[in-house]
């Protein structure tokens, strides 16, 4: 069992940054392959980004180059840096592991987090 708790959602506006961190129990981000999706109100979940367990990482297409996904394994701790923001960034962002190979934002993830809520304001 996997748990996994989310911070640094708010307010921003247009243009600003945030970065959100995802605490994951035990030795997950070691062992997981670990990911951020979100889900803005009346659309499906997204994939934002994904790290896998020896540090490769894979983005959405429409998300790179603003955001980055990092991890500190001594911290337990996952983290997504978003830049540049735009209001249609605006959603709860999750943090999901996975057990296994490969490490995508296609895979039926395991565990989730209860979610950080982002506001982007024009």
């Known amino acids: 069992q996997v748990q996994l708790v989310e911070s640094g959602g708010g307010s921003v506006q247009a243009g600003g940054s945030l970065t959100l961190s995802c605490v994951a129990s035990?030795?997950?981000?070691?062992?997981?392959?670990m990911a951020w999706f979100r889900q803005a109100p009346g659309k499906e979940r997204e994939g934002v980004a994904t790290m896998g367990r020896g540090g490769i990482t894979t983005y959405a297409d429409s998300l790179k180059g603003r955001f980055s996904i990092s991890k500190d394994n001594v911290k337990g701790t996952l983290y997504l840096h978003m830049n540049r923001l735009k209001p249609e960034d605006t959603a709860m962002y999750y943090c999901?592991?996975?057990?296994?190979?490969?490490?995508?934002?296609?895979?039926?993830?395991?565990?989730w987090g209860q979610g950080t809520q982002v506001t982007v304001s024009s």
């Open positions: 999901a592991a996975i057990l296994g190979w490969p490490c995508t934002l296609t895979r039926d993830y395991s565990y």
């Open positions: 035990g030795n997950a981000l070691s062992n997981y392959c």
